[in-house]
């Protein structure tokens, strides 16, 4: 009888020992690791967000969002997505926030909530060299490209009411230039930050677009996210530290 109380103890405190390893276990699991921000983008804006050689996305929005994610002690995931798709991600809430060179416009609003403006870009309307289209009255008779989803597209449509140009909607600012150099369209409407690097790269020119009034681009989330606070006082104290000024040194200098 002694002997299968003694057995019985022994497990017992077994057991208990086993417990308490576990439970200390998963709590320096948790004080470890970090907790994952997963942010979604759209990798074909640069210098806003774009893949380098080798694949890996880079630019403004990435800088500034790992910044961000280390202000508040995240760790940072990436999911690269269609730009027309990234509104959508944060409603399904398959992602914590998206930072994508996004306007806050008011229809946006309606579907998403918005972080402060971090950036101020406006809009230009691009074209090859010798091209007899000088401004928005030129537009007439002619096919302008535009990014789906975008500021610029809603810009484009409401410029048709008083303009009779036909619009092409694409999935992303590569495409427009192609369809620009190819002269499959004689204009592309971008974000001015994008349209001035592809000036360089491609040789083209543009002009400003006098009738937008951009709201400028923040960080979107899902409605009701309580992240919202937490970024903004991120986006504060980044730019009373200088840092967020240091990002737009190293990307936007150009259209600075």
């Known amino acids: 009888m002694k002997k299968s109380i003694l057995f019985l103890m022994l497990i017992f405190t077994l057991v208990v020992m086993a417990a308490c390893g576990q439970k200390d276990g998963a709590s320096e699991g948790k004080n470890t690791e970090k907790k994952v921000l997963t942010m979604a983008t759209s990798a074909d804006f640069a210098p806003f967000e774009s ?69 101020h870009s406006g809009e230009m309307f691009l074209t090859k060299k010798g091209s007899t289209i000088k401004t928005i009255d030129d537009l007439k008779g002619k096919t302008v490209a535009v990014q789906l989803g975008t500021i610029q597209e809603e810009g484009a449509k409401t410029l048709q009411k008083k303009i009779d140009f036909t619009l092409k909607p694409l999935d992303n600012s590569t495409t427009l230039i192609q369809e620009l150099v190819t002269d499959r369209v004689q204009v592309a409407y971008l974000d001015k930050s994008v349209a001035t690097g592809y000036m360089k790269e491609q040789g083209l020119v543009g002009f400003d677009d006098p009738t937008s ?5 923040a960080v979107a989330f899902p409605k009701g996210s309580k992240l919202v606070g937490d970024v903004n006082k991120a986006l504060e104290k980044l730019e009373k530290n200088g840092k967020l000024q240091e990002l737009k040194d190293k990307w936007l200098k150009d259209q600075q």
């Open 51 to 119: 893949r380098d050689p080798s694949g890996k996305v880079q630019g403004f929005d990435i800088d500034l969002a790992n910044a961000i994610a280390d202000e508040l002690g995240y760790k940072l995931e990436i999911k690269d997505m269609k730009f027309d798709g990234l509104i959508g991600a944060l409603q399904a809430k398959r992602v914590d926030m998206v930072l994508a060179g996004m306007s806050a416009t008011e229809k946006r609003k309606k579907n998403v909530d918005f972080s402060t403006a971090y950036n």
């Open 213 to 217: 009034s951009s709201p400028g681009m």
